[in-house]
T-cell receptor, first 110, second 115 residues
Framework: GDSVTQMEGPVTLSEEAFLTINCTYT??????LFWYVQYPGEGLQLLLK?????DKGSNKGFEATYRKETTSFHLEKGSVQVSDSAVYFC?????????FGAGTRLTVKP | NAGVMQNPRHLVRRRGQEARLRCSPM?????VYWYRQLPEEGLKFMVY????????ESGMPKERFSAEFPKEGPSILRIQQVVRGDSAAYFC?????????????FGPGTRLTVT
């Protein structure tokens, strides 16, 4: 079946460092891809999405490009802030079947 | 436009009791999904409902768990005779349609603790 594999954490960075969180997927057909963020004690919030190959999703300085050839949707941010500390989930939706990665915990230190 | 609402936010039950978790989707959304999140793990799909219909319950345990989404009122996830292993965060999400390109909007979750 469909699945999402993302980089294991935790990831600890200094403020203003570059962030990459890897995400690869396995799916039949043409899924949509998402990154969600979860702050402590809260639900998941959509960060960005891409619905077809070569689409780039972006929001709040985060970016991810839907790469069909490598089945990847890596999350990047050029300069992280302390407020970006959270758990990040990569997800795919294929015919309304939503699958999530295990999550990557990011801690940004001042 | 209010987001997805869940209550209670925290629920403590003794082993053998029943737990009822409620979810009100975003206004205009008719698709509801329930997920379970164990500590330090990702979300596991449980069930997908539309009004008065269970569309996909492939993630629901076969016993003790049930879900409904009545014509009026919130969706309910019901766990009978809870056990310690049911302790988790339960998240509800809703979407406008069932199209893959549409994101799901999540509620804040209900954290169930079974003592």
């Amino acid at each position: 079946g469909d699945s999402v594999t993302q980089m294991e954490g935790p990831v600890t960075l200094s403020e203003e460092a570059f962030l990459t969180i890897n995400c690869t997927y396995t799916a039949t057909g043409y899924p949509s891809l998402f990154w969600y963020v979860q702050y402590p004690g809260e639900g998941l919030q959509l960060l960005l999405k891409a619905t077809k190959a070569d689409d780039k999703g972006s929001n709040k300085g985060f970016e991810a490009t839907y790469r069909k050839e490598t089945t990847s949707f890596h999350l990047e941010k050029g300069s992280v802030q302390v407020s970006d500390s959270a758990v990040y989930f990569c997800a795919l939706n294929n015919n309304n079947d939503m699958r999530f990665g295990a999550g990557t915990r990011l801690t940004v230190k001042p | 436009n209010a987001g997805v609402m869940q209550n209670p936010r925290h629920l403590v039950r003794r082993r053998g009791q029943e737990a009822r978790l409620r979810c009100s989707p975003m206004k205009g959304h008719s698709h509801v999904y329930w997920y379970r999140q164990l500590p330090e793990e990702g979300l596991k799909f449980m069930v997908y409902l539309q009004k008065e219909n269970i569309i996909d319950e492939s993630g629901m345990p076969k016993e003790r768990f049930s879900a409904e989404f009545p014509k009026e009122g919130p969706s309910i996830l019901r766990i009978q005779q809870v056990v310690r292993g049911d302790s988790a965060a339960y998240f509800c999400a809703s979407s406008l349609t069932s199209t893959s390109s549409y994101e799901q909007y999540f509620g804040p979750g209900t954290r169930l603790t079974v003592t």
